[in-house]
């Protein structure tokens, strides 16, 4: 069985988000969606806000592509999620080239630590590319209308913090 791990803060989970899991689901035959901790980004939703609307997100995208999806937080090192969760791959979404320097070492590090586990990127579609949860952030607070970044529900909740 192909497992694979897509890892991020999904602070809120946005379009591209939803776009790189989608092609990733086509890819294994289980993906785990890591949700990591990290504190240090000051997340705006919490640990459980995240994981709900990941878990809302991904129940659809399961049944339209007949892959397992499951949510893992994580607070540990990726590559350490990665075994915990028995992923032999990783994987990235790259939007620009800024993202790419950034995950070669990533890969660097990961694979220092264990050659077994595999990276793969996958680009995010076109309309995708510009989308960044921070901006997504910054637009709600101010009033923005972020329909174009996020599903409705997301909105709905970014709405409700803002």
Known sequence: MRIGLYPGTFD???LGHID????????????VIGV????DKGPLFTLEERVAM???????LSDQMGTEIAVHPFENLLIDCAHDVGAQIIIRGLRAVADFEYEFQMVGMNRAMD?????????SETRHQAIASKLVKEIARLGGD????VTPEVKNALKEKF
């Open 146 to 149: 972020v329909g174009k970044f």
């Open 20 to 31: 790189i899991i989608r092609r990733a689901a086509a890819l294994v035959d289980r993906l």
């Open 12 to 14: 809120p989970i946005t």
């Open 115 to 123: 050659a077994s586990v595999e990276t793969v990127f996958l680009m």
């Open 36 to 39: 990591a901790i990290n504190r």
């Open 54 to 60: 990941i878990e809302a997100e991904c129940a659809k």
